[in-house]
Nanobody, 127 residues
Framework: QVQLVESGGGLVQAGGSLRLSCAASGRTFSSYHMGWFRQAPGKEREFVAAISYGFGHTDYTDSVKGRFTISRDNAKNTVYLQMNSLNPEDTAVYYC????????????????????WGQGTQVTVSA
């Protein structure tokens, strides 16, 4: 089992940046693929980015490519989401997710794909 705690959310102006962190408990963090999802008010939870536990595979939803970067530090049991050039459409609760099944099984990445979730952190981008 793994427990996830997100941090780093907040209020930022359009064009600004934030870095989200997700700290994982447990000694097997390095064997989990990690993902970031977000849910805006009145909308379904959507995939944002994912990173594999090995080989550094990453994937992003089209709307954040070139602006967001997912990374992980296995020594710190932490996954990050660097968000640049934020716009109001990025406003949402951002959730960290983890799963240890093979990468290919998790594709396509949806809210039902990952088995472990954090509580979320609010990101608000003002115009």
């Amino acid at each position: 089992q793994v427990q996830l705690v997100e941090s780093g959310g907040g209020l930022v102006q359009a064009g600004g940046s934030l870095r989200l962190s997700c700290a994982a408990s447990g000694r097997t963090f390095s064997s989990y693929h990690m993902g970031w999802f977000r849910q805006a008010p009145g909308k379904e939870r959507e995939f944002v980015a994912a990173i594999s536990y090995g080989f550094g595979h990453t994937d992003y939803t089209d709307s954040v490519k070139g602006r967001f970067t997912i990374s992980r530090d296995n020594a710190k049991n932490t996954v990050y989401l660097q968000m640049n050039s934020l716009n109001p459409e990025d406003t949402a609760v951002y959730y960290c997710a983890a799963d240890s099944r093979p990468w290919g099984i998790l594709i396509p990445f949806t809210s039902t794909t990952f088995g472990h979730w954090g509580q979320g952190t609010q990101v608000t981008v003002s115009a």
